[in-house]
Nanobody, 121 residues
Framework: QVQLVDSGGGLVQAGGSLILSCAAS????????MGWFRQAPGKDREFVAG???????YYIYSVEGRFTISRDNAKNKVYLYMNSLKPEDTAVYYC???????????????WGQGTQVTVSS
């Protein structure tokens, strides 16, 4: 099992930056692909970015070039660097873990508690 704790959210003006962190427990973190998801009020949760166990990264189009996902297997952490933030990025952000090599089209079994990101215009 993996337990995930999200942190790093906050209030930022449009154009600003935030770094989200996700700390994972357990000794098998390196065998999980990791993803960041977000859910805005009144909307479904959506995939934002993912990183495979091999380090391949994936992003939704709306954050491509602005967000960067990375992982540090030695520290059992995954990060989401968010730059040039827009009001439409406002949401609760969740990290999640999926067994195996794939980031897309897989079931994420473990979830963090979420961290609020609010971008003011």
């Amino acid at each position: 099992q993996v337990q995930l704790v999200d942190s790093g959210g906050g209030l930022v003006q449009a154009g600003g930056s935030l770094i989200l962190s996700c700390a994972a427990s357990g000794r098998t973190f390196s065998s999980y692909s990791m993803g960041w998801f977000r859910q805005a009020p009144g909307k479904d949760r959506e995939f934002v970015a993912g990183i495979s166990i091999g380090g391949s990264t994936y992003y939704i189009y709306s954050v491509e070039g602005r967000f960067t996902i990375s992982r540090d297997n030695a520290k059992n952490k995954v990060y989401l660097y968010m730059n040039s933030l827009k009001p439409e990025d406002t949401a609760v952000y969740y990290c999640a873990a999926a067994r195996g090599s794939f980031v897309l089209g897989v079931r994420y079994d473990y979830w963090g508690q979420g961290t609020q990101v609010t971008v003011s215009s």
